[in-house]
């Protein structure tokens, strides 16, 4: 190769490639790093101006705080129960009605995709209320399960979507391939298709628990006792009338933002390794 | 990938037996308060809750905190389904709109119950914003006036004497002007005169109203029905607190960011010698920055006058829920919290002062007390906004206007007229 | 898994997509109806049991048009900006690389904290006076003077933007990576036996084969958008005046602060109406294949 042709082909597209990779590593770390910095203050270092970047005083205060003083130990516990509930459940549904849409050309498909999409554009705002007052008449008002219903149906339309879109790349020839061996729909279904789309699976589980795990306004209202507080209300708790302890709060949200990191390393194991070292590719 | 079928129907079993909850033994009753999430004040809270159970051993209390942004989303939604709790806290300004839904329980029998002269011992303004249709729907709690408080050691450094607070809003500017300077002599100003709210939070109007009314302007005409805005006397007061910021610039950037703890955390940390706070001031500012010793370096003065004196009013608000299953324990509660006991509490505690004529006025502990001697001897001055339903969105109109003119969008003329168009508007729905 | 009854394969649809259509309209059908008759309410007590009067008083609120625009160009922007992104990030990210896992993950990781926070955070970063940001720009040099990010009119809405691309392009990036891990190895390999180059195999066989998943993306991104609200909500509360008010937030300003639930009904039947008119170009798009 030419000196040249080397620049052009390996060395310049690399380096840009390095570049491109720290910065985008800065982008998303840099407020981490002051997330981090700041729980390792002191509260009223954390108000310094101008803010230092090293801690002065460093404190794992904040860090044992939220375990001490504010039972963040069983808003965890609920957070990890109703999301995880929450990712599992609205995945599953949502692939069954994706393969569903995608598969099958039924009289009312169309409407009911439109249906689908349609109940993701109401305002949660307002569907608060009414949902509450069902809730209570039911007594689930202050439960988990109460929160998982309304968080598995709002991410329900999502799943689909997104499991839909995963599947229609799917071939149908594998589908009439295992027919004719003798399969049944549901066996497709689990052991030819979910095995194939499983990065995007990872995708929608890891959508669904994050956004039952961040949602502030439904567990608000629904929930009211301690013991069925969850993370996030746990953290926004941190914001009071006369301030904010900031150490606190970024503390929180960093370990807040735990469970889904190790969930989507979890889920690139057994998912995407596990199951497409059996499946066949395209 | 059954596997994951089966996970699933196992989580949902497992959660069904978590939702079983035990039903409640004795009377309990549902007290919710935004102070629960403060620790300024849960341990007081937490204090009278046990003295409470000491002398009602047959009434249990669940204490639900709720932080403080979010207490009206999460009683409104609570009371819209008949699932509010037994007695919650609220700020005055609030009850409005709470009256006005039917989520407040009208508290008249007990009172009666309590035989006459009950009422006496508070303060007249307070009761009569606890009423609507002329009963008596709430029970009064923290009583507080804004007033000004200042670093004398900031004052001493810019060669103003500490014991000579501004007066007059004038005096007020000249001091706030000589107060924002370069402190490290870097060449920028490190340091401004005057801290204040521009953020759209109730906490806001608390803050303009010392100037407006004292400016002799009001907002909406007495009869309430239409805006008082276009008067030349209220185009004074906007343009006087704009330009405090633009023209005159004694006001930190970012002026429509800033709410109530921002301010406070300036005052803390010396960026501002001036704001107008009150009796929480001086503890917050001191758990923000011990070094700075608030107890002793900042002083409290009567907020700044033109024309009159006069301040704005804080005053918070116990409800009871109109769907208690327990109104005659319910009533115990309220009484308790607010009797003249432990109020004083509160302020002890605190440093809150109270609706109550015979603490605010009397006790020794409040009429000793730097700041709160201060408050006290506000509360005559003290005005309240017009107790209307449709308060809050025209405090959001006004602040918008404000907010654009305080951003240089458009001069306060023109701003304040708009605003006083809009208002007009709400009013005539 | 076989079911004892013959069912005709043509009927086997109902399986899949009626158990989550059975929930959706048990779950949500109630507050649903419930939310939008409230928008054909009168506001005041007393007056005729159903009328228009909050529609129409929609189209003389100056606030309403001014939130309207500020939604679409949040909408607009944001999601150009994060199909972008998301895209260029996932295209690195499919390539083999050392250390790609924890690429990914770092990639990942500002789609993790909740959006409320994420609000509270950028918030105080910003801040003119005390803000990280402006205090790393000063001391690189990037800028002499603290900008204003939330207060000047100009920037207000970019720097709410610009937060919303950081915290959402995870997600888009997620969706295009799995798309892109889909498609055959063999097609760029075939493709460079026949002499083509990155770029051409970039737009003839990674756009095409990922075609599907960007318009999954977009239509899902640009749904999630228009219901931002966390974010927006606890960094700017839509101020100053309105130039960061978006159609979420100003729904919930007249439902919880206002307490005006007619009005708030009336809003967000018409956000629901504008999205839906938006996205049936999708709808019919993703319903007509095959």
Same mark, same amino acid.
């Given at each position: ?186 066996? *497709? ?10 990065? =995007? #699976?990872? %995708?929608? /589980? &890891?959508?669904? $628990? @994050? ?33 904010? *302890? ?10 807040? =933002? #735990?469970? %889904?990191? /190790? &969930?989507?390393? $979890? @889920? ?15 | ?429 | ?290």
């Amino acid at each position: 190769m030419k000196a040249s042709s080397f620049f052009l082909k390996e060395f310049f597209p690399k380096t840009i490639l390095w570049v491109f990779l720290i910065a985008l590593c800065l982008y998303c770390l840099f407020p981490f790093t002051w997330m981090l910095s700041t729980s390792l203050k002191t509260e009223a270092e954390a108000f310094r101006i101008p803010p230092t970047w090293i801690p002065l005083k460093p404190t794992v205060d904040s860090f044992i705080g939220i375990w001490v003083r504010k039972n963040f130990g069983i808003y965890f516990f609920n957070s990890t129960v109703i999301s995880l509930a929450t990712a599992v459940l609205s995945t599953f549904f949502g692939a069954l009605a994706g393969y569903g849409f995608s598969r099958f050309f039924f009289k009312g498909r169309r409407f009911l995709i439109g249906f689908f999409l349609a109940t993701q554009m109401l305002p949660g705002v307002l569907l608060v209320g009414p949902y509450f007052k069902i809730l209570s008449r039911i007594g689930l008002y202050d439960t988990r399960t109460g929160l998982i219903i309304a968080f598995l149906t709002i991410c329900l339309p999502f799943s689909t979507w997104m499991m839909k879109g995963f599947i229609d790349k799917v071939p149908v020839s594998m589908d009439q391939s295992a027919m004719v061996d003798g399969c049944s729909r549901m066996g *497709i279904f689990f052991r030819i298709i979910l095995p194939v789309v499983a990065p =995007g #699976m990872v %995708a929608t /589980i &890891l959508f669904a $628990f @994050l956004l039952a795990w961040g949602d502030l306004l439904w567990a608000l209202c629904i929930t009211t006792s301690e013991p069925m507080i969850t993370v996030t209300l746990g953290i926004a708790r941190t914001v009071g009338e006369f301030r904010i *302890i900031w150490p606190m709060l970024m503390a929180g949200s960093l370990v807040g =933002g #735990m469970p %889904a990191i /190790i &969930l989507y390393i $979890f @889920l690139q194991r057994l998912l995407v390794q596990g199951l497409t070292a059996g499946a066949v590719k395209g | 990938m059954k596997k994951i079928g089966i996970i699933g129907i196992c989580t949902v079993v497992v959660l069904a037996l978590f939702c079983f909850q035990p039903a409640a033994a004795e009377v309990t009753l549902r007290f919710s308060d935004w102070h629960l999430t403060e620790d300024v004040w849960n341990k007081s809270l937490n204090e009278g809750m046990a003295i409470f159970h000491k002398r009602y051993p047959n009434i249990k209390v669940t204490l639900e905190p709720v932080s403080y942004g979010e207490k009206e989303t999460k009683y409104t939604v609570e009371s819209a389904a008949g699932r509010a709790p037994d007695v919650f806290h609220v700020h005055a300004f609030s009850l409005p709109m709470f009256f006005g839904k039917g989520f407040a329980k009208d508290l008249t029998p007990f009172i009666e119950k309590e035989g006459p002269g009950f009422l006496d011992a508070w303060y007249p303004l307070p009761l009569k914003l606890m009423k609507h249709n002329g009963k008596i729907h709430a029970m009064p709690g923290d009583y507080m006036t804004m007033v000004l408080f200042y670093n004398t050691e900031m004052f001493k450094a810019a060669g103003l004497d500490p014991n000579k607070p501004p007066k007059t809003w004038d005096e007020f500017l000249t001091y706030a002007k000589k107060l924002t300077r370069d402190t490290n002599g870097d060449g920028k100003v490190d340091q401004w005169g005057f801290g204040t709210l521009g953020a759209k939070s109730p906490g806001f109007s608390l803050r303009f109203g010392p100037f407006i009314w004292s400016f002799g302007a009001d907002y909406l005409t007495p009869d309430m029905k239409r805006s008082a805005l276009d008067s030349a006397k209220a185009k004074e007061a906007f343009a006087f607190f704009v330009e405090l910021y633009t023209k005159h610039k004694v006001v930190p950037p970012g002026l429509t960011a800033m709410g109530a703890q921002d301010v406070r955390t300036q005052l803390a940390q010396k960026k501002v010698a001036m704001i107008l706070g009150s009796g929480w001031t001086p503890p917050i500012v001191n758990k923000i920055n011990p070094d700075l010793k608030a107890f002793e370096v900042l002083k409290a003065a009567p907020a700044p006058m033109k024309r009159k004196q006069a301040t704005a009013i804080w005053l918070s608000s116990w409800v009871m829920s109109p769907n208690t299953k327990h109104p005659n324990e319910a009533w115990e509660l309220m009484k308790f919290i607010t009797s003249k006991e432990i109020e004083l509490k509160w302020f002890v505690d605190n440093r809150v002062t109270s609706s109550r004529k015979d603490v605010s006025g009397v006790a020794p502990e409040i009429l000793n007390d730097k700041f709160a001697s201060v408050l006290a001897s506000q509360l005559p001055y003290g005005k309240v906004e017009p107790q209307i339903k449709q308060w809050p969105e025209i405090m959001d109109t006004f602040t918008t206007s404000l907010q654009e003119a305080v951003v240089g969008m458009k001069t306060p003329e023109k701003a304040l007229a708009e605003a006083h168009e809009r208002i007009n508007a709400i009013l005539a729905r | 898994m076989d079911f004892g009854i013959r069912i005709k394969d043509r009927h086997m649809w109902a399986l899949f997509v009626l158990p989550g259509v059975l929930l959706l309209v048990l779950v949500l059908g109630f507050p649903a109806i419930t939310s939008l008759s409230y928008s054909i309410k009168p506001e005041k007590a007393g007056a005729a049991s159903y009328t228009l009067s909050n529609y129409a008083n929609l189209l003389k609120d100056p606030f309403f048009s001014k939130t309207f625009w500020n939604t679409a160009v949040f909408v607009f922007l944001s999601v150009a900006s994060h199909i972008i992104l998301g895209l260029a990030v996932a295209v690195v990210l499919n390539r083999a690389l050392p250390a790609r896992p924890l690429f990914r993950l770092i990639a990942l990781l500002p789609w993790v904290v909740p959006d409320v926070v994420v609000g509270i955070i950028w918030k105080w970063m910003y801040d003119p006076i005390y803000g990280a940001l402006n205090d790393v720009l000063l001391k690189i040099g990037f800028i002499s003077t603290p900008v204003e990010w939330l207060s000047n009119p100009k920037l207000a809405l970019f720097s709410v933007i610009l937060v919303n691309l950081w915290r959402g392009f995870p997600f888009v990036m997620l969706i295009l990576l799995a798309g892109l891990q889909a498609i055959p190895r063999h097609l760029y390999e075939a493709a460079a036996i026949d002499g083509a180059t990155k770029i051409q195999s970039f737009f003839h066989i990674t756009i095409p084969g990922l075609k599907k998943m960007i318009v999954v993306a977009l239509a899902l991104d640009i749904v999630w958008e228009v219901r931002r609200f966390g974010l927006i909500q606890a960094m700017t509360k839509g101020g100053p005046g309105v130039l960061t008010e978006v159609l979420s937030t100003y729904t919930y300003k007249q439902y919880f602060q206002f307490f005006r639930f007619e009005y708030a009904s009336a809003i967000a039947v018409v956000m629901t109406v504008v999205l839906l008119l938006v996205s049936l170009p999708y709808i019919w798009m993703i319903s007509q294949e095959e």
